[in-house]
């Protein structure tokens, strides 16, 4: 004679919802904090200081060292005229820029009508 064996009850199955949610709370941290910003246009050397902010801020002028200038994906001439408009701008050149291509374009952008510019020699951890 045999007897039927019992089944045994199944465990019931764990819900993967809640570390679908801490994957998801995880991302939009990390989204959230995270600084998201477009690469310089022309690799730069600058100059050691203290204190200089090192991450580009908006309104920034970029000046390597053969002198070319680049301004929200303009360069040349149209990077400054644009760059005039912003009442307060930042100029990161590279430290081989001779400094009379700097003062020249620095007198270039008051002649626009910049009123306030800022020299970003930028900062070494």
Known sequence: MRFALPLSPRRPRESVVPMINVVFLLLIFF???AQ???P???????AESAGAPSDPQPGTVYMSSTGALAFEGLS????LAA?????ALALRADTATPAADLARVLARLAALGATEVQ????ARP
Do not use: Q
């Open 36 to 38: 998201i910003a477009p």
């Open 40 to 46: 310089d246009p022309f690799e730069l050397t600058l």
């Open 83 to 87: 760059a005039s408009a912003r009442p």
């Open 31 to 33: 989204l959230m904090s």
């Open 76 to 79: 040349g001439d149209a990077a």
């Open 119 to 122: 020299l970003i020699a930028g």
